[in-house]
């Protein structure tokens, strides 16, 4: 296990992405929650967006913001089923760096606390890529929820910290 070093930073800049071809910004309950959690711990959301669910269109819009200055993590919500369109994993899981399976492993069994077996076509990801956490949630307002304020919340300062570049590493 990796030793946490330096202090945490008290605030972090927020991506939420909704992938969803029938929906809205202010229909978008599960990304609300997203956003309620991180903003529950002051932390600041930087850009909140709704994109379409090609598989181009996803990994076009994920590799930008991670490459932004101003994002610390990034919240995907959406697309992660199981249905042939749902893609948003499959688009996200070659810009991962490494992998942080403990995610799932550990949402997955929150989510059969709550759901029971159906946690079998649930599908979500967890990573870092180019230095910045990636968590890709299912597009259900109770998962998101749990998933954010169970677990990516608390942990997020850490896994910044954690990920960022060292002193004198070349970006």
């Given at each position: 296990m990796t030793e946490d070093t330096g202090e945490l930073p008290e605030t972090v800049g927020v991506a939420v992405v909704t992938?969803?071809?029938e929906s809205s910004l202010e229909d978008d309950a599960a990304g609300g929650a997203i956003v309620a959690a991180f903003e529950a711990a002051?932390?600041?959301i930087v850009t909140r967006e709704l994109i379409g669910r090609a598989h181009d269109n996803v990994q076009a819009k994920i590799s930008r913001v991670v490459g932004r200055d101003d994002i610390d993590?990034?919240?995907t919500v959406g697309g992660t089923g199981i249905e042939p369109r749902d893609a948003t994993l499959e688009a996200v899981r070659?810009?991962?760096d490494k992998e942080l399976p403990a995610f799932l492993d550990l949402f997955h069994e929150l989510s059969?606390?709550?759901?029971g077996t159906q946690v079998v076509s649930s599908r979500a990801l967890a990573g870092i890529?180019?230095?910045i956490p990636v968590f890709c949630l299912p597009n259900s307002e109770t998962a998101t929820r749990?998933?954010?304020e169970e677990i990516i919340v608390p942990e997020t300062?850490?896994?910044?910290t954690l990920s960022g570049p060292e002193d004198g590493d070349e970006e």
């Open positions: 992938v969803s071809s002051d932390h600041e993590v990034v919240v070659p810009l991962i059969y606390a709550d759901i890529a180019e230095g749990l998933a954010c300062p850490r896994l910044t």
